[in-house]
């Protein structure tokens, strides 16, 4: 994603990090990113709301984190958002009530395992990896159980139905807008 096309609101109540002393960037280093390294990171009670220059558009609220770097520098740990997630895109949204995952964050990766999302609609089991940068995309294994009256929501000529229905399988490709 071109990070010129992101609007971003972030409020948040409480983050602490700590970069070890080791980790200040170097002044003759070439590349165009600068490097940022993070012993520890706790987020608590974060809202953001990112949206695109389509009409997507993620609103998060109440994220907390706990994560540490690892060996190879990349943080890991525990996510978690207690006050739900919400997506729009092209007039139709969803909500997801609460979300935690383990996470991997690299330079350019995000690895998720054990991700569980639920909602009064039906809940979310994730597992896999986003890439970020030029190069970006997902790779992701999923399990979903939906309410099949919930669909109405989405879809205004949809037949009668109740029940739930179970889906898996998995999604590749590349992430753009």
Do not use: C
């Amino acid at each position: 994603m071109d990070a010129g096309v992101l609007e971003e609101t972030i409020d948040l109540e409480r983050a602490v990090g700590r970069v070890p002393a080791s980790s200040v960037p170097d002044a003759t280093r070439t590349t165009s990113r600068p490097a940022i390294s993070i012993g520890r990171l706790h987020v608590v009670n974060l809202n953001a709301t990112v949206s695109t220059a389509s009409s997507l558009r993620l609103m998060v609220q109440g994220l907390s984190a706990s994560l540490r770097s690892d060996a190879l520098g990349q943080l890991v740990g525990e996510i978690h958002t207690d006050r739900g997630i919400r997506l729009e895109a092209d007039g139709v949204a969803g909500m997801l009530d609460r979300v935690t995952a383990s996470v991997t964050i690299g330079s350019e990766t995000m690895f998720i395992r054990s991700l569980a999302a639920e909602s009064s609609s039906g809940d979310l089991r994730l597992d896999g990896a986003l890439t970020f940068g030029e190069s970006g995309g997902y790779d992701l294994k999923y399990f979903s159980t939906i309410d099949v009256s919930e669909l109405r929501k989405w879809w205004a000529r949809s037949p009668p139905a109740r029940g739930r229905v179970e889906f898996s399988g998995s999604m590749t490709g590349v992430l753009t807008d």
